[in-house]
């Protein structure tokens, strides 16, 4: 029997044929299945793209650590070789009951120089982050060569001491030459160590 299109409408679609009712559903069902898999794989191909970006960063934070775990053996040596360097460093520095041989050593510098010491005082110490800043003034005289290696001499000493703030003027003319007064601030430094309460 030959079917015209035209007599198929949606108001008699209970008298449509078998094989076209059975063509329409299995239309209908093929689009649903369709637009349900189209809906289920853009949700997958999100998932999908936050899961490669996750495997991106996660390659990355491997490989940063596994640089760092292969240079540990050098970061280890590196900082033995820091700690030494500081422990060293610290040792450059005064404790409180080496001051005054400081001084000392010091003052017998600029005797052994030919200078004359008008004053030495120990200033208040000046608290800072981690170090004690222990100032000491003096007023010296003397020429200008006995100056410039009293200077050196302090320079060279064993512990770290800093010239600084320092003023010279002439005096008076003597047989020596002439004489120069220095007024100089000289400052060394000691170590807080917080971990024995500073």
Not at 31 to 51: F, G
Not at 57 to 78: G, I, V
Request: charged share 20%.
């Amino acid at each position: 029997m030959a079917i015209d299109l035209r007599d198929l409408t949606l108001d008699n679609i209970s008298v449509w044929p078998m094989p076209v009712k059975a063509g329409v559903i299995a239309l209908v069902c093929l689009m649903i299945i369709c637009i349900a898999y189209w809906l289920d794989m853009s949700n997958q191909q999100q998932s999908l793209q936050q899961v490669e970006q996750q495997e991106v960063a996660l390659k990355a934070t491997y490989e940063q650590k596994q640089q760092k775990s292969a240079n540990l053996e050098a970061y280890k040596a590196q900082m033995a070789a820091i700690n030494a360097e500081f422990s060293a460093l610290l040792s450059e520095l005064p404790g409180s009951s080496e001051v005054p041989g400081l001084v000392e050593d010091i003052s017998r510098m600029g005797l052994a120089n030919g200078l004359a010491f008008e004053s030495i005082q120990l200033q208040p110490e000046i608290q800072k982050d981690f170090y004690t800043e222990l100032p000491i003034d003096m007023m010296v005289q003397g020429d200008y060569h006995s100056i410039a290696k009293f200077i050196s001499d302090v320079a060279d000493l064993p512990r770290i001491v800093n010239i600084e703030d320092f003023t010279i003027k002439n005096q008076d003319k003597t047989d020596s030459g002439a004489q120069l007064v220095m007024n100089v601030t000289a400052k060394t430094y000691r170590y807080i160590d917080k971990s024995n309460g500073g």
